[in-house]
């Protein structure tokens, strides 16, 4: 299980709002992609791993977003 990085209430109330998956916390104690609903267990490198816990971005959508 991951640990959500904390964030303010009011940017963690609009980044449930754009998260197609529901809530950021949620999803991410639960190993669950934030955008696209899959699963978000393997990530290539530590970095990878800490976006996880910011954006809740699976390692798929983390390169579709940010570039491979």
């Known amino acids: 299980m991951a640990i959500p990085a904390s964030k303010d209430p009011a940017i ?3 980044a449930d ?3 197609p998956s529901g809530s950021r916390t949620t999803c ?3 190993n ?5 609903g899959g699963p978000a267990s393997e990530f290539k490198d530590d970095l ?3 976006e996880y816990t910011i954006s ?3 390692q798929k959508c983390q390169d579709k977003t940010f570039g491979e």
Not at 32 to 36: A, F, K, L, P
């Open 17 to 19: 709002s754009l998260n």
């Open 48 to 50: 990878s791993r800490k």
């Open 28 to 30: 991410i104690k639960c």
């Open 32 to 36: 669950v992609c934030t955008w696209c």
């Open 56 to 58: 809740g971005f699976c």
């Open 12 to 14: 963690e109330k609009l």
